[in-house]
Each structure stands twice: as structure tokens, then as C-alpha cells.
């Protein structure tokens, strides 16, 4: 691995040596920091830098979210997308911060965005300190929102005006997942850190954690990790970890000025950088944070950050805790939307078989009686084909299929595929025959093989005269 030295020489000279001219044996050098890190490495403190240890913050959020410590976002975000809103925070008994996200799936109406999008689609949850940061530790530990198009994100901001009349001063670190958009994939292989010093002035080092500890890991694997980002100002340098191994280190636009510290997830109107939010509602879920300031060795500029969002209500915060969320991977199984809302665009494709001649309404379409007990239900007649998508599928992640189904033939078929990245082909397929013509629960246990990146499930008839219906569909990570 390449070595990463940063020698920072700082030079004193009198005001004489300045204005009248000086030899070299004037100049003297006052101090030397010789500092070496490598990715890879354990995590360390540089040099002789100490920590602050009576400024220590941390949050467990044991007792919920502290309304003297933190900002619950309450405002627009960007553009195309429903903003960040408190409906989405809450916090578990045993102290876990749990922060929504509703995809382009979303269909329930129980919240509404404050953004361009205000059917709650594309809605998240931030974060905000009340208090300002410098140079130190930052970590957190958490599961990342594990789907794509959802952005989960720990960082510092101060965006102000440049006193100069030039470009606005953006100071910025960030840790966002999922990463991957320079290797053309985007998934949770992948972490993406960045930091700037205005809008424009950025680097970002698009992190293969797999690469560094030479085993597969995905970083929505269901485990809590410990994101992470030490911020020196002397040398100017940005040492970024994961479980305590050092995975990027930057030494280029470093940001100089007091921060805010940041935690969200968020929907960036923008396929390239965290992929499509296809999926209905899920959570970043928060053990904890922590902020360890570094010794007064390490000089920025203090200075106050706005919040770039509208803040909460006292009256908004959660006040009471509640029960982990059972997150189901199919976006609107019970196929209830179709009662207030069209019946593409929400996570079901309603199509026909190639060798099929009728209309696709004639053999693949929703109906307000046809699931079971009279509910809505999809029906699948001939050559009709139902299918949905589940993204973020790693290998030897395993779930389970249910549904319920009749058919008053012998050649329905539901089937799970596995699919890769690179191909819509299967790579593996795993299906159900269903014969009853009696309401049924089918259940599947499956493990993602390898190269897995998706899964496609299908609903389909391979002879004419076939009537196939479904209702509450359900796939849940089970481990």
C-alpha cells in the first residue's frame, strides 16, 4: 500500500528579515511534524496531538433526542425529493436513534414532505448540533438505511459567505454510503469520503472496505459499524476510519473553520451518486456518537455555521420509545395502494409473457376483490407476468419469501431470482409451484449466492386458461 507522509515546516523570520532582506542563516525552523499513516493501518492520534478529554460529547440517546443538544431538521433538502422531517426520527428502549426513509415507493400518506415532493415519498431525517466542533475524533456507530438511493450520511458543515466577495465558504467533511459510483457500482461495498473548503474545492475517495481487509464486507451486512473521520489543522490532514482501520487519508482542502456536526439520511436527486430510491420505507439505524475534541495544538477559526434547514418543534421531538421496525423488502406487498394511488410507479410491474398476444390488461392487472379476504390482490390470467425488484442482495445474506396465492391450475409459478450486477440474467433461481385453488401462505428461505446484487421476483403462468392471484407479499433479511 502507498505510504502517506506529511512533514509540515513552519518558518520564522523577523520583521527586519521581511522588510530589508535576509541570508538563510536567519530562518529558522521553529517546528517539525513528521507523521506517517497508511490505509490500512490501525487507528491512531498523529504525532504528539492529545485529546481534549473534558470537552468529550457523547450520545447513546438512552433517553431519546436531547432537545439542548441536537436540531431535529424540519425543512428542504436540495431538489426533486420530500426534505428531511421529524415524523421520520424516533428511538428504541435500548437507546437507538432510528431515522427514516421513504422511497419513490412510499405509499402509506401517513407523513408529508416539506420539499418539491410532498406525498412523503423521498422523505428522510436529520440531525443538527446545537453546539459547534473543531479539530478532533468524530465517530458514530450505525447501520446505514440499506438500500440504494437513500443517502446515510455523518458530517461537519459550516457553509458561509466569503468575507473576500468570492465563492461561499464551504467547510465540509462527510462520510456517505452507499459509495461505489467511481467503480460504476454503486453498493455497500463502498463508503464515499469527502471534505471541501467551498463549493467548489472538494476531493472524495470512494472507499473499497472489502479491498483494505481482503474479505468480502458489506456495510448494510445488519451489523452496527463505527464510522469515523480524525480532523487536524496542524498538519492540515483528514484521517478517515471504519472499526478502527484507517481507510482513506486526505491532505487537500482541509477545512479550517468551526462546524456543526451532522447525522441523516437524505434522498439526493441524483441516480449517479447513491442510485434510485426503488423501495418504500426503511431506517438508518444510530447506537451512538461521539465527538472528542483534539488539544489546542491544533488552531481553526471559530466561527458560527447556520442551519441550512428549519428546525423541529420542542413539540416535534419523540417522546416516547418504540419497537424496532419490521422492515419488508417488497414495496406495497398488500397491494392496499391501489386504493388511492395509480397503479404503476409503486414498486410492481404489471406485464405479459413474450408469447402472450392479449393486452396486458387483460391478463396482469389489479383488482379491489381479487386477494384474499376480499382485499386488493393482483391477478395473473394466461400469460400475464408480476414482478418486483429488491436491491442491495449481497452474497450469503439470507431471507425469507411469504405470500398468499390460488390458482385454479398446475402451471403457476412464483420465482425468486438472484441477479448480478452486471447482467439481468439469474444467476440463481428459486421457485414455488402453486396448485391449490384455495388461499394459501407459501414460504421460501433463501441464501444470496455469490456475485448476488439483486433480487427479481416473478409471478407468471406457462399455460393459457390459468388464473393465478396473490396478496401480501413479504420478504424480510433474516440474517
Not at 455497500?188 to 475517495?205: G, M, Q, R
Not at 468551526?258 to 439505524?285: C, H, I, K, Q
Not at 401462505?441 to 433480487?455: E, G, H
Request: charged letters at 20%; one cysteine or more.
Amino acid at each position: 500500500m502507498k505510504r502517506f507522509k506529511l512533514i509540515n515546516i513552519l518558518f520564522v523570520m523577523s520583521c527586519s528579515c521581511l522588510l530589508l532582506g535576509c541570508d538563510n542563516d536567519n530562518i529558522s525552523t521553529s517546528q517539525i511534524i513528521d507523521t506517517d499513516i497508511e490505509v490500512g493501518d490501525s487507528l491512531r492520534l498523529l504525532g504528539d496531538v492529545t485529546f481534549d478529554e473534558s470537552k468529550l460529547f457523547f450520545d447513546d440517546f438512552t433517553d431519546g433526542v436531547n432537545y439542548d443538544n441536537w436540531i431535529i431538521g424540519n425543512g428542504a433538502w436540495g431538489n426533486g425529493n420530500g426534505g428531511v422531517i421529524p415524523e421520520n426520527v424516533f428511538y428504541t428502549d435500548d437507546g437507538v436513534l432510528l431515522l427514516r426513509g421513504n422511497g419513490l415507493y412510499y405509499a402509506k400518506d401517513e407523513v408529508k414532505g416539506v420539499g418539491m415532493l410532498k406525498d412523503g415519498r423521498n422523505t428522510g431525517a436529520a440531525l443538527i448540533s446545537k453546539f459547534l466542533t473543531g479539530p478532533g475524533r468524530y465517530q458514530i456507530k450505525m447501520k446505514p438505511l440499506g438500500r440504494l438511493g437513500a443517502c446515510s450520511a455523518f458530517w461537519t458543515y459550516n457553509n458561509t459567505t466569503d468575507p473576500l466577495g468570492g465563492e461561499n465558504l464551504n467547510h465540509e467533511i462527510d462520510i456517505e454510503l452507499p459509495g461505489g459510483k467511481s467503480d460504476g457500482v454503486i453498493s455497500f461495498k463502498n463508503v464515499l469520503n469527502t471534505n471541501y473548503i467551498t463549493e467548489s474545492y472538494s476531493t472524495s475517495k470512494d472507499v473499497n472496505f472489502s479491498s483494505i481487509q481482503g474479505e468480502e464486507i458489506y456495510l448494510n451486512d445488519g451489523q452496527f459499524h463505527t464510522f469515523g473521520f480524525d480532523w487536524y489543522t496542524d498538519p492540515e490532514i483528514i484521517v478517515y476510519h471504519l472499526d478502527g482501520v484507517v481507510t482513506a487519508v486526505s491532505d487537500v482542502f482541509i477545512p479550517t473553520l468551526s462546524s456543526r456536526l451532522w447525522l441523516g439520511v437524505w434522498f439526493p436527486n441524483n441516480a449517479g451518486f447513491v442510485g434510485e430510491s426503488l423501495f418504500e420505507t426503511d431506517y438508518m439505524e444510530v447506537d451512538w456518537v461521539k465527538y472528542l475534541p483534539f488539544d489546542s495544538s491544533q488552531p481553526y477559526e471559530e466561527k458560527d455555521a447556520s442551519i441550512s434547514v428549519n428546525a423541529a418543534l420542542e413539540s416535534q421531538y419523540p417522546t416516547t420509545p418504540t419497537y424496532y421496525p419490521d422492515v419488508d423488502l417488497i414495496a406495497n406487498g398488500d397491494f392496499e395502494y391501489l386504493a388511492d394511488h395509480n397503479q404503476d410507479g409503486y414498486g410492481w410491474s404489471y406485464s405479459r409473457l413474450n408469447t402472450e398476444d392479449k393486452e396486458v390488461s387483460e391478463v396482469c392487472y389489479p383488482l379491489s376483490d381479487g386477494g384474499f379476504q376480499q382485499s386488493y390482490g393482483a391477478v395473473i390470467k394466461d400469460g400475464g407476468y408480476l414482478s418486483t425488484n429488491v436491491d442491495s442482495v449481497y452474497e450469503g445474506y439470507e431471507y425469507q419469501l411469504s405470500f398468499k396465492a390460488k390458482s385454479n391450475g398446475e402451471d403457476s409459478n412464483a420465482v425468486l431470482n438472484f441477479v448480478s450486477a452486471s447482467s439481468s440474467r439469474a444467476i440463481e433461481s428459486c421457485p414455488v409451484i402453486i396448485k391449490s385453488n384455495e388461499w394459501e401462505t407459501y414460504t421460501l428461505n433463501v441464501t444470496a449466492p455469490k456475485d448476488s446484487y439483486s433480487i427479481r421476483l416473478e409471478f407468471y403462468n406457462t399455460l393459457s386458461e390459468s388464473t393465478l392471484q396473490i396478496d401480501n407479499v413479504k420478504l424480510v433479511r433474516t440474517k
